[in-house]
């Protein structure tokens, strides 16, 4: 069974500073791997995707991802951090004989100070 | 194309009582999926649909079940309310033809138990 580590609960970032939030996951073979944002009492909206190919994955709002199977993790990333960034971040994997039962991560909140 | 959409998006029910949520996919989705999000326990899977079949099943008691129909729309059914049943359920639909594709959530259904 797959399953998903985020190791940071809460995370504060000044506005126009770099940001990473780490993302570990336990799975055999080639995991599909997500994130997914949440603002507050709203649906989750996917940021990116990895499926396979380039393992550095670019996704909307500025938000980039790096695959490295090496060491299980699939960090987010975003050079320049907006107010509006704050919101509940996932990451989320499936495997292709689960369909799409996908397992998420417990989330890191952001929290973006001016 | 319009997005998911879930209604009811909030209810209130007493312990006890049976409750039906309604989902309704992007056209030509196929696949409907459940969540429920809990402060406590996050998001987990509670099953999905795919073409009127359930494919797959997540860790709930039988008082979740569900349904899909033809037209690919989707309820949920929740008996016997208990306290911790107040959650955020979570619709997603997909493509669905393939091993694991992308999830579209709609804005979910706040349930209160009381």
């Known amino acids: 069974a797959q399953s998903v580590t985020q190791p940071d609960i809460h995370i504060t970032v000044s506005e126009g500073a770099s940001l990473e939030l780490r993302c570990n996951y336990s799975y055999g073979a080639t995991p599909y791997l997500f994130w997914y944002v949440q603002s507050p009492g709203q649906g989750l909206q996917l940021l990116l995707k990895y499926f396979s190919g380039d393992t550095l994955v670019q996704g909307i709002k500025g938000f980039e991802a790096e695959f490295k199977r090496s060491q299980s993790s699939f960090n987010l990333r975003k050079p320049s951090v907006h107010w509006s960034d704050a919101a509940e971040y996932f990451c989320a994997v499936g495997a292709e004989a689960s369909y799409q039962k996908v397992t998420f991560g417990t989330g890191t909140k952001l929290q973006v100070i001016p | 194309k319009a997005g998911v959409t879930q209604t009811p998006r909030y209810l209130i029910k007493t312990r006890g009582q049976q409750v039906t949520l309604s989902c309704s996919p992007i056209s030509g989705h196929r696949s409907v999926s459940w969540y429920q999000q809990t402060p406590g326990q996050g998001l987990q899977f509670l099953f999905e649909y795919f073409s009127e079949t359930q494919r797959n099943k997540g860790n709930f008691p039988g008082r979740f079940s569900g349904r899909q129909f033809s037209n690919s729309r989707s309820e949920m059914n929740v008996s016997t309310l208990e306290l911790g049943d107040s959650a955020l359920y979570l619709c997603?639909?997909?493509?669905?033809?393939?091993?694991?594709?992308?999830?579209?959530f709609g804005p979910g259904t706040r349930l209160t138990v009381l």
């Open positions: 997603a639909s997909s493509i669905g033809t393939s091993g694991v594709s992308e999830q579209f």
